[in-house]
């Protein structure tokens, strides 16, 4: 038997990076755009409503098509950032997508500056139905848009200002390899590897692989010094230009979730901290220790931890969604088969893992950074949850395509929740299931708790940011004080964890994105208990909420599965779940 190869197909876009069809491509789209815009430019108000539409209609084709060479660029540079022909071609894609977006723009902004009544005649034309969510998308930034050569200036100067330092950050962390003692023997490790060592048996280990990783950060702490204050400044500096009231705002509108839902949304989260702190002194009670330090929080509480060759891995995941909808098995299980997931780490591939969804002809692909361990098990049907979503939204047409953030999170929770079921069903031994219920409780934390200690931190990071530069010292303070707030006194923060707020790359590609997470995993433990509670009958709301993709507003796609997100108590329930698994984690023990 062969070893099947765990790395890219990327042939299914192009044959190579220096193939005839991408070039063509490439080649295509500034003449596309500039007919484009020869023929709306200043003429959007005019036109009439067939003629708009068909305008959309072109627009959206253009979207279509770029979305191919710059995802296949995207991939082959987060594959491998060291390779000189995938940075250039990385490179001349984002400097390509910018002229473009600079040629475009004004397209939007017509559209935004339409007269409110000509606007709702548009709306009522029968055929703009399918368009009208991206129509009213646009003009909620209406308050807040500049004139096109405004915008475009912004746009320009982002190459080498914000995307640049952006960049820097990614290209950085990439090159990073750690030294360490394991076993006796000094070697490399990729940063995964380090992160993987925290569900290591030895408490030394986690303790050194986690110091390690995170001082390995501190000695470019110039460079993330200068990452971080100047993705803050000019974040203040377009608020200021675009009159928004705080750093959160934009986000939020784009959300289409009302400033005060998502307050409200992380109060209910912090006043249930202390059911994270009841954790982590069960958890210290059941590892032996005095007191937690956060390096001992993903500790196994078995002597030896279960580990997963992926093979096997593979196959729990697709036979979870199998189990589920055998459509949901087959879509999955078309990721490994035709080569569209990248499984294992190495130097010069990018961190974590993601699933990057292409546009409605073009397949989904998924990056992995598997290490074997239950956590890892867990991101591969995570990942294969955004790639189900891709797919099955794939029904939609290009500006409708992409799940709105709020959601986007759904079906990959929804899908470790799957797995996790199916494994808890499945175990005799109640070791292995006292060790399933705590890496559930320990992602549910992760993905709640942690994640509204992030958007504190990262909210903060841009209001002192506005009064003047900030060291690493003042960073790391109030890096160090939120997370007191969750962690009270049932855990210890170790000396590098100084260095904590450095490696969050949401921090740097995704402003205020954390927050989505704790939405998602509250959204997901609802569903799952709406599916506990309704069986099959739960099933074709579900499957509608992942095909409606971007098509409706957030509060309507929810509705599809039965779910009300105004609902002020729905977050709540959500921790009542959570409590509900550590009342069963206690029986255990
Ligand atoms: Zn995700």
């Known amino acids: 038997m062969t070893t099947p190869d765990l790395t890219w197909n990327t042939t ?34 005019t036109r009439n409503d067939s003629e708009l539409l068909t305008a959309i209609r072109d627009y959206e084709a253009m979207q279509t098509l770029m979305a191919k060479p710059f995802c296949y660029a995207h991939l082959l540079f987060a594959s491998d950032s060291g390779n000189a022909d995938y940075r250039f071609l990385s490179q001349r894609c984002s400097e390509l997508g910018n002229r473009l977006s600079q040629e475009l723009l004004f397209f939007d902004l017509e559209l935004m500056e339409l007269e409110d009544d000509r606007f709702e005649r548009f709306c009522a034309f029968p055929e703009s139905a399918d368009y009208l969510h991206f129509l009213r998308g646009i003009r909620k930034f209406r308050p807040h848009t500049l004139k096109e050569n405004e915008e475009r200036l912004l746009t320009r100067k982002d190459l080498t200002g914000v995307s640049a330092f952006s960049k820097l950050f990614d290209e950085l962390s990439a090159s990073f390899v750690y030294r360490m003692e394991l076993d006796g023997d000094e070697r490399d490790f990729t940063g995964e590897e380090l992160l993987a060592l925290l569900h290591h048996t030895s408490a030394d280990v986690r303790l050194r692989a986690f110091s390690t990783f995170l001082e390995r950060h501190g000695e470019h702490g110039i460079v993330f010094n200068a990452v971080f204050n100047n993705m803050a400044l000019d974040h ?62 993903y500790a196994p509480v078995a002597a030896a931890e279960k580990s997963y060759n992926f093979e096997e891995a593979r196959t729990m995941v697709v036979d979870s969604y199998m189990s589920y909808d055998p459509e949901f098995g087959r879509i999955v299980d078309a990721f490994f088969s035709e080569r569209r997931v990248d499984v294992m780490p190495r130097t010069g591939k990018t961190g974590g893992a993601f699933a990057m969804g292409i546009s409605p002809v073009d397949p989904p692909f998924l990056l992995l950074n598997y290490t074997g361990t239950l956590r890892d098990l867990a ?15 794939q029904q939609q047409s290009s500006l409708n395509y992409h799940a709105p953030l709020p959601l986007a999170e759904t079906a990959s929770v929804f899908g470790e929740m799957l797995l996790t079921r199916r494994m808890l069903d499945n175990e005799p031994d109640p070791l292995v299931r006292k060790s399933l219920l705590c890496a559930k409780i320990e992602d549910i934390i992760a993905t709640t708790f942690r994640q509204t200690v992030l958007t504190r931190f990262e909210l903060r990071l841009h209001t002192e940011r506005a009064q003047g530069l900030l060291s690493n010292d003042q960073i790391a303070e109030i890096w160090l004080q939120e997370n007191a707030e969750l962690y009270g006194d049932a855990v210890e923060m170790i000396p590098a964890y100084h260095w904590g707020w450095s490696y969050i790359s949401h921090f740097i590609h995704s402003r205020f994105y954390c927050y989505s997470y704790t939405f998602a995993e509250l959204l997901v433990l609802a569903l799952f208990k709406k599916f506990s509670d309704e069986g099959d009958a739960f099933k074709p709301g579900y499957r509608n909420l992942l095909a409606s993709g971007g098509a409706i507003s957030p509060t309507d796609t929810a509705a599809l599965a039965g779910i009300d997100i105004s609902d002020g108590e729905l977050w709540q329930k959500g921790y009542d779940v959570l409590a509900g698994l550590i009342e069963e984690l206690k029986k255990i023990c």
């Open 379 to 393: 991101t591969i049907a995570h990942e294969a949850g955004h790639g189900l979503h891709f797919v099955i939204s």
């Open 12 to 45: 299914l876009l192009y044959p190579a990076p220096d193939s005839p069809e991408l070039e063509a491509d490439l080649s295509s789209f500034e003449p596309l755009a500039a007919t484009f815009r020869e023929r709306y430019f200043e003429k959007v108000a």
């Open 236 to 297: 203040a500096q377009e608020m200021e230009l675009r009159n928004y009231a705080s750093p959160m705002q934009p986000t939020n509108i784009g959300n289409e979730l009302p400033d005060a839902a998502v307050e409200h949304l992380m109060a209910v989260t912090e006043a249930n901290f202390g059911l994270a702190q009841e954790y982590f002194r069960l958890k210290a009670q059941m590892l032996g220790m005095q007191k937690l330090r956060n390096c001992d929080i």
